[in-house]
């Protein structure tokens, strides 16, 4: 039988444990109850952004500005027959969408509002989505949803008929299959891949190399490698096809996402104003144009400086489109840069694609287009971050989708402005969203660094 003395180190044992018991049961209903508060604050943030972003097309109607690129969009989507040469220009995915919905809906103010709000509210959701399917964590991906709802840039552009509206949430979702894609490695899932990146093409040509970068990692040395490269191939194949005959009917060249280049030439003249006229049909039609890039006319560093583009002057040159792509390759070497001249040139691009204000969303009697021109001094700050946290995280990246994403944001923001063509601040917007994305990955990388003896086997764990 036990003695006094002997009871008395097990009762305080027990007392002890029931303490620790206690604390650890009163640890996790506290932590419980934060998360769920936090949870709340940030969905209450959501559906209150997301209200904001219906209202603001609403006040904003897209229909109310419908000159320079607007109007240019707007003409596409409602002239399908036009033989006009910037139609085939352009590219012709977003007014092929929405000359669809016009077909549907009429070119109502209202209907316009509509379609707008409802791709304004559906792409935040989307690029949350991505966001948890790239790290796994729904509190973050939530998190995320709360940024993006409230991006003043991703709000302004929706009272607008850009092609950004389209591009945005297609963009989006293209990673954001990508990624199910890899993990699943499934056939059908990554022809769905594929055919949403032919898709962003035939919206934006910016998100061709993004294509190529993407749908080669996710199968490099998986199953069925060859089958879904040749997937790819044909798919593409079967977007480009059509939209190819397409601009060789109008402008006899065989370019199916658009034809840039009239912005390579622009970019490499160094003047400030294109003018140009192209005729077809042994001369029977004629067209004749005038562009300047927005950005030529703003001030970037504005209100810190007045510094402005050095270019000046006009070039001028005429397309006989009869001929192919004879006339537009003699006149790009003629304007063909020095080594000087071109490093000028981008020095120039790099400062307008960091500060310049997005045009035509930057009209400051618009609450929205005024926020998203003053958080532009964010972006080059955010960038640096981003990289530097991607060089630090390097190996607890691994080699799946986690590291080709963070190498697919450092390779658009720092060869973006490298492309033939004078940059503008709209061109940010889908890198905005890159950003963002990666950041919201670091701050995930850091917790799971913080977990002890974590297994950063990133192929098998959240990739």
């Known amino acids: 039988m036990a003695t006094a003395s002997q009871l008395e180190p097990i009762q305080t044992a027990r007392t002890s444990y029931l303490y620790a018991s206690q604390v650890q049961a009163a640890s996790i209903t506290g932590t419980s109850s934060r998360a769920a508060s936090l949870w709340a604050l940030l969905m209450s943030v959501t559906v209150l952004g997301t209200l904001l972003r219906i209202a603001a097309v609403f006040e904003y109607n897209p229909l109310e500005v419908l000159n320079t690129d607007p109007g240019r969009w707007w003409f596409t989507a409602t002239h399908f027959s036009s033989l006009q040469p910037i139609t085939a220009i352009d590219p012709?995915?977003?007014?092929?969408?929405?000359?669809?919905?016009?077909?549907?809906?009429?070119?109502?103010?209202?209907?316009?509002?509509?379609?707008?709000?409802?791709?304004?509210?559906?792409?935040?959701?989307?690029?949350?989505?991505?966001?948890?399917?790239?790290?796994?964590?729904?509190?973050?991906?939530?998190?995320?949803?709360?940024?993006?709802?409230?991006?003043?840039?991703?709000?302004?552009v929706y009272s607008y008929t850009l092609s950004e509206t389209l591009f945005l949430p297609l963009f989006g979702v293209a990673l954001w299959c990508s990624v199910k894609a890899y993990k699943t490695g499934y056939m059908t899932h990554y022809a769905m891949a594929a055919l949403i990146w032919a898709l962003s093409s035939a919206t934006r040509v910016f998100a061709l190399p993004c294509a190529l970068i993407v749908l080669i990692w996710i199968?490099?040395?998986?199953?069925?490698?060859?089958?879904?490269?040749v997937s790819a191939i044909v798919i593409f194949a079967a977007i480009a096809t059509p939209?190819?005959?397409?601009?060789?009917?109008?402008?006899?060249?065989?370019?199916?996402?658009?034809?840039?280049?009239?912005?390579?030439?622009?970019?490499?003249?160094?003047?400030?104003?294109?003018?140009?006229?192209?005729?077809?049909?042994?001369?029977?039609?004629?067209?004749?144009?005038?562009?300047?890039?927005?950005?030529?006319?703003?001030?970037?560093?504005?209100?810190?400086?007045?510094?402005?583009?050095?270019?000046?002057?006009?070039?001028?040159?005429?397309?006989?489109a009869d001929k192919g792509m004879v006339d537009w390759d003699q006149v790009l070497q003629k304007y063909n840069p020095s080594l000087k001249e071109r490093l000028q040139q981008w020095r120039e691009n790099y400062i307008?694609?960091?500060?310049?204000?997005?045009?035509?969303?930057?009209?400051?009697?618009?609450?929205?287009?005024?926020?998203?021109k003053w958080m532009r001094w964010c972006w080059l700050p955010?960038?640096?971050?981003?990289?530097?946290?991607?060089?630090?995280?390097?190996?607890?990246?691994?080699?799946?989708?986690?590291?080709?994403?963070?190498?697919?944001?450092?390779?658009?923001?720092?060869?973006?402005?490298?492309?033939?063509?004078?940059?503008?601040?709209?061109?940010?917007?889908?890198?905005?969203?890159?950003?963002?994305?990666?950041?919201?990955?670091?701050?995930?990388?850091?917790?799971?660094r913080k977990c002890p003896n974590y297994d950063w086997s990133w192929d098998t764990r959240l990739a």
Request: net charge positive; charged share 15%.
């Open 219 to 229: 199968s490099w040395g998986r199953e069925q490698q060859a089958r879904k490269l």
């Open 382 to 448: 955010l960038a640096a971050c981003v990289i530097a946290g991607n060089v630090r995280f390097r190996r607890h990246l691994g080699t799946a989708t986690a590291a080709m994403f963070a190498a697919l944001t450092t390779i658009a923001w720092t060869f973006t402005p490298l492309l033939p063509a004078v940059m503008e601040g709209r061109y940010r917007k889908p890198i905005e969203g890159l950003l963002i994305v990666n950041l919201l990955l670091l701050v995930h990388l850091n917790k799971l």
């Open 92 to 156: 012709f995915g977003y007014p092929l969408w929405l000359g669809g919905f016009i077909a549907l809906a009429g070119t109502g103010a209202i209907a316009i509002a509509i379609h707008n709000a409802a791709l304004s509210v559906l792409t935040p959701w989307i690029w949350h989505r991505f966001v948890r399917e790239l790290t796994g964590d729904r509190d973050l991906a939530l998190a995320g949803w709360a940024i993006f709802v409230w991006l003043p840039s991703w709000i302004a």
């Open 243 to 320: 939209l190819s005959i397409r601009a060789h009917h109008i402008l006899r060249i065989w370019r199916p996402f658009g034809f840039p280049r009239m912005n390579q030439i622009y970019m490499v003249s160094g003047k400030k104003t294109l003018r140009f006229e192209v005729s077809r049909d042994r001369g029977g039609f004629r067209w004749r144009y005038e562009f300047g890039s927005p950005s030529l006319y703003q001030a970037p560093f504005e209100p810190l400086s007045s510094w402005m583009s050095a270019r000046e002057g006009i070039v001028c040159f005429s397309i006989d």
């Open 352 to 372: 307008m694609f960091n500060f310049a204000p997005s045009w035509p969303d930057d009209n400051p009697d618009r609450f929205w287009d005024n926020s998203s």
